[in-house]
Structures are given as structure tokens and as C-alpha cells.
């Protein structure tokens, strides 16, 4: 489990964010990102299944860094780190979810837009936070564009990022990792293809 959130955007340079909707599928999609390389997941809260998803794979995947994604409220942190979360992470960020965040314990990832959000999640001692949605809040270009004025932030841009587009945020000081959801298309999630599944975190883990 990393320490830090620091060390949620060192894990690989892209975290997958996925949207399950089968827990079936929980466990052999866990197994197909480690397969590729990609030793790390963020399941959004987002399906009925996810907590139960999310509780598969940190007891039977141990070797994949498992965190929770689309985390709204306090309740949400509670469910998530029950149920195995071991890094949380936000759209957005308000006064109550970071100090709920900030004593679950585990690593989290505030979601920010823009510079006053970036500083108020810095003003409450978090450095380390999303850029979301990041293609439609300005995309790489807004976030070379703050690099100066905020060192010390440090984000984790995700939506709307693709392979093709990874890079140019990955190529930012400011950036440690990107997330996307391009690794785990709904369609190879609906036909069990775990080994595109598989190529596609390869080709992810090599960015
Ligand atoms: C999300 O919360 O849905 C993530 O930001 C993923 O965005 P994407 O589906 O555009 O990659």
C-alpha cells in the first residue's frame, strides 16, 4: 500500500479508471493489468457492484494496488476503505471530503479544475491531487501553464486522456501520472477480452 499520495502518481505512469458492471469481471481484469504491467486500479463508485469489486480484487489480487475512484462524500471514504481501498480518489474536493479523506488513513487524490481549487486543496496540506476533467478544464497546456505559479502541486490529470494524448502530460514536471479509462474499453470488458485487455496496459506501462 503506498504511504503517500505521493506515491499513488509513482505507481505507473497510468492508473486505469474503470467502470465495472459485472463482478465477475473484477478479479480476471485485475489480473489482465498485472499481466501487462500496470500493477494498479482505481474502480469508480459509480456501478452497485464496485465495493463488492473492489473487495475481490484486494483479497485476491494482492500484488495490484487497488484504489477507489468517483469518491463523493464522507460515507463514500467509509465504504471504500471497508471494503479494501487502499487510495482514494475525487472529481472534486470540498471543506468535508478532505478532512474525510484525510483520516481514512489511506493515501487520496483530491480533484481540482482550477487555480484557487489547486490552492485550496494546498491551503488544507494536500499536494498531490487530480486534474479532472482534464482535456475539457485546458488539458496539458493549462496545466504547463500553472506549473509556475503553483510548484508545488502535483496532479494526476484524467478525462478524456488517450494513448495518443498521454504523453504530452506525462512530459510535465508537474505531472506524475495520468488516469484514463482507455485501457479497459466497455466492450472488451463485455467480451471477457482480457488479453486486450492485457496489450493495452502493456502498451500503458510502456509510456
Ligand atoms: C473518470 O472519472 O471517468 C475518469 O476521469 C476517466 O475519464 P475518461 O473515461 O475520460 O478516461
Redesign the pocket.
Known sequence: MPSTSESVLSLAPVVP?V?LDDVAHAVPLARALVAGGLPVIEL?LRTPVALEALAAIASEVPEITVGA??VLTPRHVDQAVSAGAEFLVS?GATPDLLRAMGASGVPFLPGTATVSEVMAVLEAGVTEMKF??AEASGGAAYLKSIASPVPTARFCP????TAATAPSYLALPNVGCV????LTPADALADKDWDRVRRLAAEAAAL
Do not use: L, Q
Not at 158 to 161: C, D, E, L, P
Not at 179 to 182: A, E, L, M, Q
Open positions: 479508471v467502470v469508480t475512484g468517483t472529481p479532472f476533467p484524467t478525462g478524456g486522456i488516469g484514463g479509462s482507455w
